[in-house]
């Protein structure tokens, strides 16, 4: 399986942004400590497409630049190219280098396939919410570098939702999964260098852990502000404004309801065969949350792919009523949807389905709540969670 976009050496026309990711400080000087440690050792790199510098050239290639070793490629869901759906075969690389696939026969890096490595080194572009599974492998990676003395390095990239706003509701210790590792809220605010030192710190982990932070990145910043194009980092966040909205409406992913996968708005647009999508938002109107900040028209579609590829879908597709994107708590409209939804048509909507949110939401309290219907109450778990947090993590940020 060759991926002859690791030794592509095209290249574009260079910028000037305002951020300028982990990989390409660590060219420019920016980490001698962190070079100098890599120098000389056998290296993993943990990445996919968007591992790649300014100038267009792979994580691999600018390492190889650099004249470090990398032995192994690892891949985290969606592949070393980022198009995959479903698990992922492991495979090589054009001159025969391993890729293994963390998002296939094991989820893990086994004893095998870290026995030849010194160092891990990571540059994987994360989104910011607590469900999107990159931050989980490399939580995996970090327990599995830990007891075999692997230094990790991470090169360190923006959070494109911005790190000030953290929404929660919390993870339960029982809720913990692929899709829920980290004891951290729906929406973080971290960059994956943080979160790192964070779960470190967490799980009582001894590993040597070596962050090359992005220069120039302030947590205000979102992905506009960087100056940075945008890469999709899977193939269902094709523009920052998936990425922003993702937080909120992914909370139903596991309740039989589209999010808009296969469309061509990703999260901006929920439904499914069987939903009221008028009577719905009719009740999302007279939640002064929903009314002040949301906006939404009823509409019919069909996704390409994805829950009810080929089905016609009733629904809604949300906007903004005028603020400003950085600015928007979205988790809440995610509460808001699911509470709506249960109590509007209940035989549809029925506590399975409310129940399958629950891996997503993390948090068994605000599940009851919303089965009550008591959308408050649920909010201020949520809000509390997020409160208690933003105070925990400060030990942890590496940015202004």
Request: proline content about 6%; overall charge negative.
């Amino acid at each position: 399986m060759a991926r002859s976009f690791l030794f592509c050496n095209a290249c574009v026309a260079m910028k000037q942004p305002s951020t300028l990711p982990g990989l390409d400080a660590l060219r420019a000087g920016h980490h001698e400590k962190i070079l100098h440690r890599l120098q000389g050792k056998r290296i993993g790199l943990l990445t996919n497409h968007n591992g790649r510098a300014l100038d267009g050239r792979s994580t691999l290639g600018v390492l190889r630049e650099l004249g470090l070793n990398v032995q192994v490629l690892f891949s985290p869901e969606h592949g070393i190219e980022g198009k995959s759906e479903g698990h992922v075969k492991s495979g090589q690389t054009a001159d025969a280098l391993p890729i293994y696939s963390l998002y296939g026969a094991t989820r893990r890096p086994t004893a095998q396939m870290l026995q030849n490595i010194d160092v891990l080194v990571c540059d994987l572009q994360d989104v910011g919410a607590r469900f999107y599974t990159y931050s989980t492998t490399l939580a995996y990676c970090l327990e599995e570098c830990a007891p075999r003395g692997i230094a990790v390095v991470v090169l360190d990239r923006p959070n494109p939702i911005g790190g000030e706003i953290v929404e929660g509701p919390a993870l339960d210790g029982d809720s913990r999964s692929f899709v829920g590792h980290l004891n951290v809220p729906v929406r973080h605010g971290m960059t994956l260098g943080e979160l790192a030192q964070l779960f470190i710190a967490d799980a009582g982990l001894e590993v040597e852990l070596h962050v090359a932070t992005a220069p120039g990145w302030k947590r205000a910043d979102h992905w506009p502000q960087t100056g940075l194009d945008w890469l999709p980092p899977s193939p269902n966040l094709p523009d920052y404004q998936s990425a922003a909205w993702y937080p909120g409406t992914c909370l139903l992913e596991f309740s039989k309801v589209s999010v808009g996968r296969g469309t061509d708005a990703p999260f901006r647009i929920i439904g499914a065969p069987w939903l009221d999508a008028a009577g719905l938002l009719q009740k999302l109107q007279n939640i002064p949350l929903f009314a002040q900040t949301f906006g939404a028209e009823v509409i019919s579609f069909t996704p390409g792919h994805a829950l009810y590829e080929g089905e016609l879908c009733h629904g809604l597709k949300f906007h903004l009523q005028g603020q400003n994107i950085a600015e928007v708590h979205f988790v809440p409209l995610g509460l808001a949807l699911l509470a709506t939804l249960h109590a509007h048509q209940p035989q549809e909507f029925d506590d399975k389905k409310l129940d399958a949110s629950l891996r997503l939401l993390g948090s068994t309290s605000v599940l009851e709540a919303l089965k009550a219907n008591e959308l408050e109450e649920a909010e201020r778990i949520a809000h509390r969670d997020a409160r208690n947090f933003a105070e925990r993590r400060e030990a942890f940020l590496l940015y202004d």
